[in-house]
């Protein structure tokens, strides 16, 4: 008698769907707000440009959809004490109740596998992050630099998930292999990257040149430590299905690495690393044009000596196991594979020792432009190479309703989601108490069966 490794899986039939006409759309809309307002300013006067908002103060040193607002308060160069904290969920397939159920270790159902099936491409990503941090600024006049420049601290606490996997990957896992019977599962590309991490960065900001001058440079540089680290890394490999399920051959050539297992505790420390922000912009002289080019989170992370890397480039066929006699089978005949065996078997390979690997880094390029009194409009591009997909396009019009409150509305398309529509407000009391609250992405909490990514963060921050 021979059990063979064959599942059966509910009859469907995924369907790829394409972002490519809701990429389109969003890139007319960006071309059509930028247009708006170029043609917009080009029709006013030098008078009327003098009555649009003036932007004022410090770029944000690190790039974010959430920190577009501007410091415009009187005196720019206050002292600052503040907390930060934030989650997101991206994906180009995996929807948010799936999510929510692999977080929470709760059981997937048919209904939650198939709608994520609807929205597979051959590549596909998904991307979980968190993010908790207090900081505070300051301005002082001779530390590094002889004039006013603005420094600061930022302690944070996080963690950083980003897959990228194919539909077959997806498939194989969750419904198993007798779709593809006859047919070659592909899962070249698949990658996983995961970490928790803790770190305190200092930061200077200066004006170029004189407090009025029209450039602006900051620089950062963050001390972390790495635990619960993974990485896994597949390349050139598939997995053929016989006809009839007689047997499977597999090529794989993988490499996937565990950051030190025994190490345990919250205060563990797996590994250390270092990281740099730099950022630097351009204002023109009314003050209602800028242009700003961020890289976020260049870097490096040492893992310890005792990292666990296993790897192979084989192959294998699974034909089945033997039984003669299904009720007088001896068990260890039965499941006679240890580990040991195992990794002779399949030709994998273990070593302990330290490894080093990139931080995933971001570019971005935003510009911020005054079309009136009231609004603000920014637009621009950021990519992380790592995790996304497409580069993430975005237009965030912001409304000033008031001197104490502050809007956004933020349209994006690319990165690791798909399309999303978020909101944002700025709330500032006695103009000192500044609070700043929304999500990336609103459908995520209106129609979260329908929505692959969604996100929410809350800053509040005290000048003095």
Not at 219 to 230: A, E, H, P, Q, W
Not at 280 to 305: D, E, M, P, V
């Amino acid at each position: 008698m021979t059990i063979r490794w064959t599942y059966h899986s509910p009859d469907y039939s995924p369907s790829i769907r394409d972002i490519e006409p809701m990429m389109k759309f969003f890139r007319f809309f960006f071309i059509l707000l930028i247009s708006f307002s170029i043609n917009y300013s080009s029709g006013q006067d030098k008078d009327s440009l003098r009555q649009n908002i003036k932007i004022e103060g410090y770029s944000p040193l690190v790039f974010s959809l959430s920190a577009l607002y501007g410091n415009r308060q009187t005196d720019q160069f206050s002292h600052t004490i503040g907390f930060n904290a934030g989650s997101a969920i991206n994906s180009t397939a995996i929807t948010l109740p799936f999510s929510f159920a692999v977080l929470g270790n709760n059981f997937i159902n048919d209904v939650k596998k198939n709608q994520v099936s609807d929205h597979l491409l051959n590549k596909n990503a998904y991307e979980f992050s968190y993010d908790a941090s207090a900081f505070c600024t300051w301005a002082q006049d001779s530390f590094l630099f002889h004039s006013k420049a603005v420094y600061g601290i930022d302690v944070s606490t996080g963690n950083f998930t980003s897959v990228r996997f194919t539909d077959a990957a997806f498939n194989i896992i969750f419904y198993g292999n007798s779709h593809y019977a006859g047919l070659t599962a592909d899962f070249g590309g698949t990658k996983l990257y995961s970490y928790n991490y803790d770190r305190i960065g200092f930061s200077a900001q200066k004006k170029l040149g004189g407090i009025n001058s029209s450039l602006e440079g900051g620089v950062k540089l963050s001390l972390l430590t790495i635990r619960n680290g993974l990485k896994l890394k597949l390349e050139h490999t598939t997995l053929f299905t016989e006809q009839n399920g007689e047997y499977l051959d597999a090529y794989y050539d993988f490499e996937y690495n565990q950051s030190d297992s025994a190490n345990k505790g919250r205060f563990q420390s797996d590994g250390a690393g270092i990281s740099v922000d730099l950022h630097c912009s351009w204002l023109n002289q009314i003050q209602t044009t800028r242009f700003s080019f961020y890289i976020n989170n260049l870097g490096i992370a040492a893992w310890n000596k005792n990292t666990s890397t296993f790897s192979a480039d084989s192959m294998i066929r699974f034909s089945g196991i033997n039984i003669n006699n299904l009720l007088f089978s001896d068990t260890a005949s039965f499941i006679h594979y240890t580990i040991d065996s195992l990794f002779k078997n399949t030709g994998t390979s273990e070593q302990h020792e330290s490894k080093i690997f990139a931080l995933p880094s971001t570019f971005s390029f935003l510009c911020s432009h005054s079309v009136s009194a009231k609004v603000l409009l920014n637009a621009g591009v950021s990519y992380r190479p790592y995790s996304d997909l497409l580069p993430l396009v975005f237009v965030k019009p912001q409304w000033i309703l008031s001197k104490s409150c502050e809007i956004g509305i933020p349209f994006s398309a690319g990165g690791s989601s798909r399309y999303a529509i978020g909101f944002d407000a700025m709330i500032t009391i006695k103009k000192q108490f500044q609070i700043i609250a929304g999500s990336a992405n609103v459908l995520g909490i209106l129609l979260p069966a329908r929505t692959t990514s969604s996100s929410l963060f809350l800053q509040t921050s005290f000048q003095f």
